[in-house]
T-cell receptor, first 111, second 114 residues
Framework: GQSLEQPSEVTAVEGAIVQINCTYQ??????LSWYQQHDGGAPTFLSY????GLEETGRFSSFLSRSDSYGYLLLQELQMKDSASYFC????????????FGTGTRLQVFP | DAMVIQNPRYQVTQFGKPVTLSCSQT?????MYWYQQKSSQAPKLLFH???????NEADTPDNFQSRRPNTSFCFLDIRSPGLGDAAMYLC?????????????FGQGTRLTVV
């Protein structure tokens, strides 16, 4: 089975850097994705790590280490609009068309 | 140029009265998903389709069923809604395969059971 654990809440101030962790227990997967969801809105795709290492997309970066069963999303130069929930997600090996979400982290950015 | 459209955005139904939620997509994606999301929780996968192949999660209640008559449309049927079924229901699509990296979500249908 799959289990992806995230901290429930993270707070930070504008302009800061914040890291949202995702630790997992899974029988295998092809890659780790990250989604952002504002209150009342739909999840939107942020990034995907197929391989170990860092992927950078503007202010957001994502990291994966399969040996440590661990990934994170790094948000830089935080803005108020970054206040949202963030979810890691995987498609399990052997069933690539499933998409399972982590427990989610609510990020609150303060002025 | 909406890509995944869910109707209605808000649905109020009576306890025990069958209700159907709909989803359509213009992306021509093979895979369609239905998720249930309760307040402050992660989306929970109910079902997914690869084309017409239906995949039911082991813990999805029998009260929930789904239909996919063609590539573009997918329906979620709740046969006898209970108060515990009040939630946001999210439809999503993606391309099939191990390089599947991104799912596209509709805006959701918020279901209220009275």
């Amino acid at each position: 089975g799959q289990s992806l654990e995230q901290p429930s809440e993270v707070t930070a101030v504008e302009g800061a850097i914040v890291q949202i962790n995702c630790t997992y227990q899974t029988s295998g997967f092809y890659g780790l994705s990250w989604y952002q969801q504002h209150d009342g809105g739909a999840p939107t795709f942020l990034s995907y790590n197929a391989l170990d290492g860092l992927e950078e997309t503007g202010r957001f970066s994502s990291f994966l280490s399969r040996s440590d069963s661990y990934g994170y999303l790094l948000l830089q130069e935080l803005q108020m609009k970054d206040s949202a929930s963030y979810f890691c997600a995987v498609s399990p090996r052997g069933n690539t068309d499933k998409l399972i979400f982590g427990t989610g982290t609510r990020l609150q950015v303060f002025p | 140029d909406a890509m995944v459209i869910q109707n209605p955005r808000y649905q109020v139904t009576q306890f025990g009265k069958p209700v159907t939620l709909s989803c359509s997509q213009t992306l021509n994606h093979n895979v369609m998903y239905w998720y249930q999301q309760k307040s402050s929780q992660a989306p929970k996968l109910l079902f997914h389709y690869y084309d017409k192949d239906f995949n039911n999660e082991a813990d999805t209640p029998d009260n929930f069923q789904s239909r996919r008559p063609n590539t573009s449309f997918c329906f979620l049927d709740i046969r006898s809604p209970g108060l515990g079924d009040a939630a946001m229901y999210l439809c999503a699509t993606s391309r099939a395969g191990y390089m599947n990296t991104e799912a596209f979500f509709g805006q959701g249908t918020r279901l209220t059971v009275v």
